[in-house]
T-cell receptor, first 113, second 115 residues
Framework: DVKVTQSSRYLVKRTGEKVFLECVQD?????MFWYRQDPGLGLRLIYF???????EKGDIPEGYSVSREKKERFSLILESASTNQTSMYLC????????????FGEGSRLTVL | GENVEQHPSTLSVQEGDSAVIKCTYS??????FPWYKQELGKRPQLIID?????GEKKDQRIAVTLNKTAKHFSLHITETQPEDSAVYFC??????????????FGTGTRLTIIP
């Protein structure tokens, strides 16, 4: 069974804190993604990576950075969390060999106080 | 970049009736159009997809139609059942096997099936 695993399901942080969201996939997929999900706004792409140490900005990269040191792991970093970053964060991966299903993790619900 | 618009944002139908969700996209180079279903508290999962060389695709009670000229595609669910209640997302991509390919999603439709 294919798996995308996010390290934390629920986090509560304070404004200004540095936040790390970790994601691991076991499917040897080349591409990994971080989306943010907010009611009425759908799934918005923050950053994605198509290879180790490679990254590209998505539609809403401001306030975020990413790290991909190994093929199976993709981290989202909030350098200084703000209340408007309170949201559900979804990690996903897919293979570029015959583009098809995007596999999602369970999500990480972040609350910034 | 690609922009995907989806409507309606909410939809309620009687059990057994049909539901239709519509999406439009902006990039004429897009060739791959999947639909995802997200049940409450769960991750989005692919339910059906269509590529631009096909006008319609069906899988049991679910069908997707694509009009490339008009740049819109639709999800049709027939004989709706309570387990169809969920949020549905459409998406678009160029669908090419390039390294930096990505999916752009619509804003979602909350479908409620009334028993």
């Amino acid at each position: 069974d294919v798996k995308v695993t996010q390290s934390s399901r629920y986090l509560v942080k304070r404004t200004g804190e540095k936040v790390f969201l970790e994601c691991v996939q076991d499917m040897d997929h080349e591409n990994m993604f971080w989306y943010r999900q907010d009611p009425g706004l759908g799934l918005r792409l923050i950053y994605f990576s198509y290879d180790v140490k490679m990254k590209e900005k998505g539609d809403i990269p401001e306030g975020y950075s990413v790290s991909r040191e190994k093929k199976e792991r993709f981290s989202l970093i909030l350098e200084s969390a703000s209340t408007n970053q309170t949201s559900m964060y979804l990690c996903a991966s897919w293979t570029t060999n015959n583009i098809g299903e995007l596999f999602f993790g369970e999500g990480s619900r972040l609350t910034v106080l | 970049g690609e922009n995907v618009e989806q409507h309606p944002s909410t939809l309620s139908v009687q059990e057994g009736d049909s539901a239709v969700i519509k999406c439009t996209y902006s990039d004429s180079a897009s060739n791959y159009f999947p639909w995802y279903k997200q049940e409450l508290g769960k991750r989005p999962q692919l339910i059906i997809d269509i590529r631009s060389n096909v006008g319609e695709k069906k899988d049991q009670r679910i069908a997707v139609t694509l009009n490339k000229t008009a740049k819109h595609f639709s999800l049709h669910i027939t004989e709706t059942q309570p387990e169809d209640s969920a949020v549905y997302f459409c998406a678009a991509s160029k669908g090419e096997n390039f390294g930096n390919e990505k999916l752009t999603f619509g804003t979602g439709t909350r479908l409620t099936i009334i028993p």
